[in-house]
Nanobody, 125 residues
Framework: EVQLQASGGGLVQAGGSLRLSCAAS????????IGWFRQAPGKEREGVSC????????NYADSVKGRFTFSSDGAKNTVYLQMNSLKPEDTAVYYC??????????????????WGKGTQVTVSS
């Protein structure tokens, strides 16, 4: 059974930092890509940062480049999203997700096979 357990959200002031964690189980990173998505009220869910171990690819949404950093710990099957210089527009529910790397679109919420429960990130101005 695939499980994605995200944690680390919270309330932070603008300019602050948070680190999200996602513990994955039930699949391997070789055939599944994994990433972080977010959804703000009234907006479509968007890919924030996605990782494909098979090719060593990490990508970032333009809005977070230079501020967010994706990392992974293969031994723990856990991925992280370090979020620095947070802005109020980063406020959203953040989701960890996984999808079949070979058949599904990369870093698109339409191609996600598995979603974890979201974690709320709120950035105050």
């Amino acid at each position: 059974e695939v499980q994605l357990q995200a944690s680390g959200g919270g309330l932070v002031q603008a300019g602050g930092s948070l680190r999200l964690s996602c513990a994955a189980s039930g699949f391997g990173f070789d055939d599944y890509a994994i990433g972080w998505f977010r959804q703000a009220p009234g907006k479509e869910r968007e890919g924030v940062s996605c990782f494909a171990q098979r090719d060593g690819v990490i990508n970032y949404a333009d809005s977070v480049k230079g501020r967010f950093t994706f990392s992974s710990d293969g031994a723990k099957n856990t991925v992280y999203l370090q979020m620095n210089s947070l802005k109020p527009e980063d406020t959203a529910v953040y989701y960890c997700a996984a999808w079949n790397y070979l058949t599904n679109a990369f870093c698109s919420h339409y191609g996600v096979d598995y979603w974890g429960k979201g974690t709320q990130v709120t950035v105050s101005s």
